[in-house]
Nanobody
Framework: QVQPVESGGGSVEAGGSLRLTCSAS????????MAWFRQAPGKEREGVAA????????DYTDSVKGRFTISRDKAKNTIYLQMNSLKPEDTAMYYC??????????????WGQGTQVTVSS
């Protein structure tokens, strides 16, 4: 079983940047898709960005394209989410997940506890 652990959340003003980090332990971590999801109060959890085991293919939800970048360090079983030009609507709890496929929430069996991102206007 993969156990993701997130870090790097915080509070920033609109237009600012944050970098989230997710470290995953477990035998299958290096061979699994990993992804970032987010959930705002009263809303469903949505996919933000996903990356293949080799780090060569990425997938983004439309609202973050051109602003967020997902990357992967295979040796460290770690993925990153660089978030630039943040907007208030990016405010949410951000979760790291592993073992699924692309941005399909129901596909991912392993989830972290989440890290809060708050963007003020």
């Amino acid at each position: 079983q993969v156990q993701p652990v997130e870090s790097g959340g915080g509070s920033v003003e609109a237009g600012g940047s944050l970098r989230l980090t997710c470290s995953a332990s477990g035998f299958t971590a290096s061979s699994a898709w990993m992804a970032w999801f987010r959930q705002a109060p009263g809303k469903e959890r949505e996919g933000v960005a996903a990356i293949t085991p080799g780090g060569t293919i990425t997938d983004y939800t439309d609202s973050v394209k051109g602003r967020f970048t997902i990357s992967r360090d295979k040796a460290k079983n770690t993925i990153y989410l660089q978030m630039n030009s943040l907007k208030p609507e990016d405010t949410a709890m951000y979760y790291c997940a592993a073992g699924g496929r692309r941005l399909l929430v129901a596909d991912y069996p392993d989830w972290g506890q989440g890290t809060q991102v708050t963007v003020s206007s």
